[in-house]
């Protein structure tokens, strides 16, 4: 299995070396592991602190959001023939450690696997205006293509091979979340979530979406649907 960890990253470079150091070494036997940072036009030094730790940085010369850094991380896996692609937040909510459950499932046969912030573990740890404002992009998410998932928002995944090949979407911000949900379903491709944990750390919070931006989302995804898109 040839494993790609995709880390989109704009202005973190206080926290992504250590990130990168704590991802496990040979993640369920991985015949091949590249951590692969997806450098947003940072105004600070992440890319350099991340080449330093030992990943592979690509560089965008313009600011793309969210999205579109992770679509350069997903293409990047699909051009190089990965079997497997993780992205994970670079600024250290997530545990590395966690990577193996959600690679277990695409070893299991899913295809697109969500870690879950929502199931079971810490919910009460989550903000009330983020567990609000996540619900109702559930719902939203589920309105537009018919997938209920419990974090719809969630940057914590796992994609199979097949489902690299649909990951060739133009959302660029937050809004990337629901509608690569609705383009791995459109394509009858196997979606599932599993529990995580949620480090939160006053520079994780302060990281964090405005709660607003939900609204921005809405309405991307709304546009989206009118142009005819998935």
């Given at each position: 299995?040839?494993?790609?960890?995709?880390?989109?990253?704009?202005?973190?470079?206080?926290?992504?070396?250590?990130?990168?150091?704590?991802?496990?070494?040979?993640?369920?036997?991985?015949?091949?592991?590249?951590?692969?940072?997806?450098?947003?036009?940072?105004?600070?030094?992440?890319?350099?602190?991340?080449?330093?730790?030992?990943?592979?940085?690509?560089?965008?010369?313009?600011?793309?959001?969210?999205?579109?850094a992770?679509?350069?991380?997903?293409?990047?896996?699909?051009r190089?023939?990965?079997?497997?692609?993780?992205?994970?937040?670079?600024?250290?909510?997530?545990?590395?450690?966690?990577?193996?459950?959600?690679?277990?499932?695409?070893?299991?046969?899913?295809?697109?696997?969500?870690?879950?912030?929502?199931l079971?573990?810490?919910?009460?740890?989550?903000?009330?205006?983020?567990?609000?404002?996540?619900?109702?992009?559930?719902?939203?998410?589920?309105?537009?293509?018919?997938?209920?998932?419990?974090?719809?928002?969630?940057?914590?995944?796992?994609?199979?091979?097949?489902?690299?090949?649909?990951?060739?979407?133009?959302?660029?911000?937050?809004?990337?979340?629901?509608?690569?949900?609705?383009?791995?379903?459109?394509?009858?491709?196997?979606?599932?979530?599993?529990?995580?944990?949620?480090?939160?750390?006053?520079?994780?919070?302060?990281?964090?979406?405005?709660?607003?931006?939900?609204?921005?989302?809405?309405?991307?995804?709304?546009?989206?649907?009118?142009?005819?898109?998935?």
């Amino acid at each position: 299995m040839k494993l790609a960890i995709i880390m989109p990253a704009y202005n973190e470079a206080k926290v992504i070396g250590q990130v990168i150091r704590d991802i496990p070494k040979n993640i369920l036997g991985a015949s091949s592991q590249e951590v692969i940072v997806v450098d947003d036009n940072s105004s600070d030094n992440t890319g350099d602190v991340a080449a330093k730790a030992g990943a592979t940085v690509l560089h965008h010369r313009l600011n793309l959001g969210a999205g579109g850094a992770t679509i350069t991380g997903l293409e990047y896996a699909y051009r190089h023939n990965f079997d497997v692609a993780v992205t994970l937040d670079s600024d250290g909510q997530h545990d590395p450690e966690e990577i193996k459950d959600l690679v277990a499932k695409i070893k299991g046969g899913y295809d697109l696997v969500i870690g879950s912030r929502l199931l079971i573990r810490q919910i009460t740890d989550m903000p009330v205006y983020k567990l609000f404002g996540n619900n109702l992009l559930n719902f939203i998410t589920f309105l537009f293509y018919r997938v209920w998932v419990t974090d719809s928002q969630s940057g914590f995944r796992a994609y199979s091979k097949r489902a690299l090949k649909h990951c060739n979407i133009t959302d660029m911000g937050y809004e990337f979340c629901s509608a690569i949900i609705g383009r791995i379903r459109s394509k009858n491709l196997r979606i599932c979530e599993v529990p995580i944990k949620t480090i939160y750390t006053e520079y994780s919070k302060a990281k964090g979406q405005h709660y607003l931006n939900g609204f921005n989302i809405i309405i991307k995804l709304a546009w989206a649907k009118i142009r005819g898109g998935v």
